[in-house]
């Protein structure tokens, strides 16, 4: 009896890791088909002032929120807030650089090219945090072109008729 227990839990767990490892896949390559069907530059780092600017924004109640789209379907509660927020205090999410042909981790060389102004990009993307019953997803993402040439947001999106929708930005930066 224990045996079958133990079969059937083990059972779930993979299953349920199968379906993460699916909705990421599923969010990920949305976001990464608006960007470009050729490999994307990336980087491996999130800066450390992205954290904690987005620190700051979650811990000032109606600070820093701009709604997109359909605004009831984004409201985040006080729970979810504090989720979020112990999610970036703690455990720093870590930035996807590896997504089979998809991304190309950028050089010394390409940071070099793009600091100068000779053309290009890299992108740095976080790990798709879901919540909400892996309905809602928390997500960074940063274009650096060039030395005075960036943006990015601290986004939550929404999964509607099978599509992600950027529905609430938490934080963005221009440079």
């Known amino acids: ?3 079958q227990i133990c079969i059937i839990f083990f059972f779930f767990i993979h299953v349920h890791g199968f379906a993460q490892e699916n ?10 088909n608006t960007i470009s069907d050729d490999p994307i530059k990336c980087s491996s780092e999130i800066p ?10 979650l811990k000032t109640e109606g600070s820093g929120f701009s709604a997109k789209g359909k605004i009831g379907k984004c409201d985040i509660s006080k729970e979810e807030r504090k989720f979020l927020f ?13 997504f089979g042909s998809r ?13 100068n102004m000779e053309g290009g990009q890299i992108f740095t993307f976080s790990e798709p945090v879901f919540f909400r019953d ?17 943006e ?24």
């Open 86 to 98: 112990d999610l970036i205090e703690n455990t720093k999410i870590k930035a996807v650089s590896d």
């Open 103 to 115: 991304l190309s981790e950028s050089s010394k060389e390409d940071k070099t090219k793009i600091a």
């Open 152 to 175: 990015g947001r601290w986004s939550i999106y929404f999964k509607d008729s099978g599509e992600w929708n950027e529905c609430l930005v938490l934080l963005s930066m221009v440079s």
């Open 1 to 3: 009896m224990l045996k």
């Open 48 to 57: 450390d002032w992205t954290y904690r600017k987005l620190r700051e924004v």
């Open 134 to 150: 892996s309905s809602m997803v928390l997500f960074f993402q940063y274009r650096y072109c060039g030395s005075k040439c960036a």
């Open 23 to 32: 909705l990421r896949s599923d969010f990920l390559n949305q976001i990464f």
